[in-house]
């Protein structure tokens, strides 16, 4: 099946590892890079093309960007006259990474036959962390390139871009592969007479891979706009805490821990009958306000809307998508591009409440520079009677392959302090739902195997860590055919300030929140 997502480059697991630092020599990295073809790609570095790519695939996506007229063009560059240097060396440890990764670049240029000079680099041991852009791991090693017209930016050229692609792919596999699994390093390609700042390399980083892309309404309004707006409707009907375990609290401090817990919100009056009823629509592929014609609960899902084994959980370990089960409803290709790409007032108006119930945060969606073009940010699930599901966890920024992300905000915790934190929102949006129907979200507590059950309900919106073990519960036999419909999104929630405590989603409304249920490991004895 195709991989349905929003941008079309593929983020590919390392699957192999290399020595220790310490170990490294230039002939156990040969030993390690695979062939130099397109199939080997990272093809994460293959950013300005991606809009093209989802215009010749799917011709209803509008074009979005410019591209500029050098980036294809290889008459405007000869190669033969393009040599790299290192300029600095920012957050990289001098004497054990440092040389490891420079070797790996090497051998890197000497499959392309570049000369690569690294004799004169100016090092600082400590990360960079920028004001303007909180959560960013700050390890960057700064590159010129000579032999590029100045008209041209270096790192969009193909061949630059194929060098930082096998490059990056090697040093995160070597970095990686040790015992103390280091952080990946952003590698920055720039003209010799560029002067960009460290920040601006970092934020153009972040703006190629669209990273840190707010939601449209997250673009507007002022602070004191959003606390206004504030109503009954952010407050939580239930609250619960659970899967406590020490973890690490820094990643600069290894050795440092304390107790985290996951968390699960669920809100009764954030959607109104009028907005679940057009985003019902927009999932079933109706016009917003088309009324409700459908006799489910004897046909089920549109087939021409819906696929068996069109449910996508997670990806798997070789990279692929994950189904749940091979039964069970999915959105096709085209309705996964559909609510990802085309303009829906619906989907932009809960979009909107949502910037407003994490004002404290810049609310993206799960951007496909983090785990390829096999999950999509927003999808929607139509369970049965007789499917079967198992328990998953939808992301873990601990787990992230080699890739974009990994390379500007590294691996971490979920929740950690000044860190992007992944959450997933899940809606039920039929019209009516009877208990005894059932098919509750079911979430676990691995350390005790405790469980609880979120029971649909018309509207009701579950707010939870991506790192949350869940699973969909079938409906029963008394469903009929009927599906339960929701509607996901996978977003990251940026932090505003540096060191700010991500574990704080409150914004504000501390006061008037319901205490947590703590569930099974989550109690601190």
């Not at 190669?79 to 060396?89: D, F, I, K, M, P």
């Not at 017209?149 to 090697?170: F, G």
């Not at 407050?235 to 375990?245: Q, V, Y």
């Not at 039964?327 to 085309?342: Q, R």
């Amino acid at each position: 099946m195709i991989c349905a997502v929003i941008l079309h480059f593929r983020v590919f697991l390392f699957t192999t590892i290399a020595p220790l630092c310490n170990a490294f020599t230039p002939s156990s990295l040969a030993a390690l890079q695979a062939p130099l073809s397109a199939q080997h790609l990272y093809s994460r570095r293959i950013k300005k093309c991606r809009f093209t790519r989802q215009r010749s695939l799917y011709g209803q996506v509008p074009f979005q960007e410019e591209l500029s007229d050098s980036f294809f063009d290889a008459s405007l560059i000869n190669s033969e006259q393009v040599r790299l240097s290192v300029s600095t060396s920012v957050g990289i440890e001098p004497d054990t990474e440092l040389p490891c990764v420079l070797n790996a670049i090497s051998s890197v240029c000497e499959e392309f036959g570049i000369p690569f000079e690294h004799g004169n680099i100016r090092t600082d041991p400590l990360p960079f962390h920028p004001e303007a852009i909180p959560g960013v791991l700050g390890r960057v090693l700064l590159i010129h390139v000579d032999g590029v017209p100045d008209t041209i930016v270096a790192d969009d050229t193909d061949l630059i871009s194929q060098i930082k692609i096998y490059a990056s792919e090697q040093i995160d596999g070597i970095l990686a592969g040790g015992e103390e699994q280091r952080q990946p390093i952003l590698l920055a390609f720039r003209n010799r007479n560029s002067e960009d700042s460290l920040e601006n390399v970092i934020a153009k980083e972040i703006s190629d891979y669209g990273l840190r892309d707010a939601i449209e309404s997250s673009k507007h309004g002022s602070e004191t706009s959003r606390r206004q707006s504030d109503d009954s409707k952010f407050l939580p009907s239930k609250h619960f805490e659970i899967d406590g375990a020490f973890v690490q609290s820094s990643i600069d401090s290894p050795a440092d821990t304390h107790f985290d817990t996951s968390s699960i919100i669920v809100f009764d009056n954030l959607v109104d009958p009028s907005l679940r009823k057009r985003l019902l629509n927009v999932v079933k592929g109706n016009p917003e306000e088309a009324p409700d014609e459908s006799n489910e609960s004897e046909f089920g899902p549109d087939p021409n809307r819906w696929e068996r084994g069109g449910l996508i959980d997670v990806v798997d370990e070789d990279g692929t998508e994950r189904t749940s089960n091979g039964t069970c409803w999915g959105l096709t290709d085209d309705a996964i591009v559909d609510i990802c790409f085309s303009h829906h007032p619906a989907i932009a108006e809960f979009e909107t409440t949502l910037s407003h119930l994490f004002s404290d945060f810049v609310v993206s969606r799960l951007p496909e520079a983090v785990f390829g073009d096999c999950i999509s940010p927003l999808t929607a699930n139509a369970p049965t009677h007789g499917d079967t599901f198992e328990n998953h966890i939808d992301a873990d920024p601990l787990q992230v392959p080699p890739s974009p992300w990994a390379d500007v905000f590294g691996r971490y915790p979920n929740r950690s302090s000044g860190k992007p934190r992944f959450v997933s929102c899940l809606l039920y949006l039929n019209e009516c739902w009877d208990s005894d129907w059932g098919a509750p979200t079911r979430f676990l507590d691995p350390p005790t195997q405790q469980t609880i059950d979120v029971i649909p309900k018309p509207g009701r919106c579950v707010i939870m860590d991506q790192d949350i073990s869940h699973t969909v519960v079938a409906p029963n036999v008394e469903a009929g055919k009927r599906p339960r419909y929701s509607l996901v999104w996978k977003l990251i929630l940026h932090p505003k300030t540096l060191k700010q405590d991500m574990k704080d989603l409150y914004c504000g409304r501390k006061q008037v929140w319901p205490d947590p249920t703590i569930v099974g490991s989550a109690r601190v004895s």
